[in-house]
């Protein structure tokens, strides 16, 4: 199993209230699959893929991935952990506007020990699976919103995580751009064995998924095919 | 390391204008930085006394500027006749201002044939030593002086009432022998009207600078009870004590200087503030993608030390090679100080421009590493 969240709880002090988005939540993502989490606002699906990516800890819980409990480990080890496990595609891409496409894909590789060789070629490849290798040497501002978003894919590829999270990577997309990564992440999850969770309010974009997750006031209300515990 | 260094420098490139300005700001301090090192490190070259000093001057006692110094100049063959006396030279000065100034005319006046035994180290780098011998008004001006009057060897100057003939222009590994213009002492004499036989100071020699003392306190001894006793001091601690008002004045400029390094301070600061303020997602965005606290602190302190460093190289490059085109001297009680700059003091404070740069972005990197990074990408 991939992901393993059993019991999960998130709760932060807001002024003098106690808020928990997430409460005793439970779920099981086997490795390769692109799963969708759907939800209103507020309903904790943000939350989750953020406890899931590690840039948060549950508050309890334990939180397992790939065989390790991420919600036991201290903030460093963590860190560490998601520089080489996940890889985190943004609504807003957030790539760096001074940085070419290429080199906003080397990003997560000049935290390594690689050569810069080896980095370049790295990133000229995870270009090249998103389709974009035309476009390396482009800025940010010289690519479409579709394109931007594929450079962000890459990105997030290029350390060769096991895990892909994406929260609404559709969302700032036309119709024609948002099929194009959806048919891209699809094929990371069926070709290359990531396993994707997806945030998303589009249910055209949740049909693409292998399976969806409804989630309410911090708990989950159905699933597709397959039920898990609640 | 140099990757992240680079990525530091692109991200300067975003904002030119902010850049360029905060760059102008440092740029500005750190001339002046330079100069005020250079005025201060001037001052300890021409004041603090080494081991290897070996000159002493006797001045008439209680008396502070060359026009009322008045020493009859036969008191030469009796300095002479001291125990651990090398050389004497009676000299006598001119200048057109006694007070501080920062544009002193001095003349010196020394006897012809004793100017290369008292002075082996003076170079004639223009004209020629037959041409200072050949005429009565002839002046082998200090290569300074001659650069800042625009002076050549052949050419006539007029100041303070003297006329003279350039023979030849002079370098000295002494700063002060290249701010002023060497003639006869007859010569000037007589056309400063103090008449023969009357010279200002006589600048003494001595075997071994573990004399100094000695053949001060000999020399003192000897004139004391004559009609116009003597004060005689190491070089530099003459200096010291008769540019009083001068040394004042340049202690003074330290403020300035630590004014301008605290602007320095404050301006890299606000910038690098203002900076990880307008990209606190970005930061989010890197510490998502794996990003150590470190890298990120690595980042702030780097775009600061940039900063500080690019602004530091401009300014203090600027300064150096301004005061070097200028060669300014200030002057008082008829000495010059020469404000040269030195390539050190120049690298030390493009040095000092780096740290300065870094230590102003430590708060800013404090507060880019602690935000919350699931907040952060909601802001």
């Not at chain 1, 209103?40 to 790939?66: A, F, Q």
């Not at chain 2, 040394?247 to 605290?262: D, H, N, S």
Request: proline share 4%; aromatic share 6%.
């Amino acid at each position: 199993m991939m992901i393993s969240c059993r019991e999960i709880t998130k709760s932060y002090s807001k002024g003098s209230h106690l808020v928990t988005p997430l409460e005793n939540l439970s779920l099981e993502v086997p490795r390769g699959e692109f799963l969708a989490l759907m939800g209103p606002s507020g309903s904790g699906k943000t939350t989750l893929l953020n406890l899931i990516s590690g840039i948060d800890t549950p508050t309890s819980g334990d939180l397992e991935i790939d065989g390790e409990n991420i919600a036991k480990f201290p903030r460093k080890q963590l860190t560490k952990w998601r520089a080489r496990k996940v890889g985190y595609i943004f609504q807003l891409y957030h790539l760096i506007p001074v940085l070419t496409a290429l080199e906003n894909v080397e990003l997560p590789l000049l935290i390594t020990s690689m050569s810069r060789k080896e980095r370049r070629r790295k990133a000229e490849a995870a270009l090249e699976v998103v389709g974009l290798s035309d476009r390396s040497h482009h800025t940010p501002s010289e690519l479409s919103g579709g394109q931007e978003q594929r450079v962000a894919i890459a990105r997030a590829l290029v350390a060769d995580p096991a895990l892909l999270v994406a929260d609404e990577p559709t969302g700032d997309l036309d119709r024609e751009s948002a099929t194009r990564i959806l048919e891209l992440l699809r094929s990371l999850a069926r070709d290359h064995e990531k396993t994707i969770v997806m945030v998303t309010h589009d249910a055209r974009a949740a049909a693409a998924a292998d399976r969806t997750l409804h989630l309410e006031k911090g708990k989950l209300l159905t699933e597709d095919p397959n039920l898990v515990s609640i | 390391m140099i990757a992240l260094l680079s990525l530091a420098l692109k991200q300067l490139t975003r904002h030119r204008l902010r850049t360029s300005l905060t760059v102008l700001g440092v740029a500005s301090g750190m001339f002046l930085f330079t100069s005020v090192e250079t005025l201060q490190q001037s001052l300890g070259e021409a004041t603090e006394e080494t081991a290897s000093d070996t000159t002493l001057v006797v001045y008439r006692e209680n008396r502070f500027c060359p026009a009322t110094s008045q020493l009859p100049e036969h008191y030469v063959d009796e300095i002479r006749s001291i125990d651990g006396v090398r050389e004497v030279i009676p000299i006598k000065i001119i200048v057109n201002n006694c007070g501080a100034s920062l544009d002193v005319i001095t003349f010196r006046g020394v006897p012809e044939a004793l100017l290369q035994q008292f002075a082996p180290e003076i170079e004639i780098v223009e004209g020629s030593d037959a041409e200072w011998k050949k005429r009565d008004d002839a002046a082998l001006v200090g290569e300074q002086f001659a650069k800042r009057r625009g002076l050549k060897s052949g050419d006539k100057f007029d100041a303070v009432g003297i006329t003279v003939h350039v023979a030849g222009i002079i370098r000295s590994p002494f700063p002060q022998d290249n701010n002023v213009a060497y003639v006869k002492l007859d010569f000037l004499q007589q056309a400063s009207r103090t008449g023969l036989g009357i010279v200002t100071q006589f600048n003494v020699r001595v075997e071994n600078s573990s004399d100094l003392k000695r053949v001060a306190a000999a020399i003192d001894e000897r004139f004391k009870s004559d009609q116009q006793p003597t004060n005689t001091k190491p070089e530099k601690a003459f200096f010291a004590e008769t540019a009083g008002q001068l040394i004042e004045l340049i202690g003074f400029t330290r403020w300035l200087g630590l004014g301008a390094v605290l602007a320095v301070v404050g301006l890299v600061a606000n910038s690098i503030l203002l900076m990880v303020r307008g990209r606190v997602k970005e930061n989010a965005v890197l510490r998502t993608l794996g990003y150590p606290s470190r890298a990120i602190m690595f980042l702030v302190l780097s775009e600061g030390g940039m900063l500080g460093l690019i602004g530091g190289i401009l300014g203090a490059g600027l300064a150096w090679a301004f005061l070097r085109w200028q060669s300014f001297t200030m002057g008082s009680e008829g000495h010059t100080l020469a404000i040269l700059p030195e390539v050190s003091t120049a690298l030390f404070a493009t040095a000092a421009a780096l740290v300065l740069g870094i230590i102003a972005s430590v708060h800013p990197a404090l507060v880019a590493i602690r935000q919350p990074i699931v907040k952060s990408l909601r802001s």
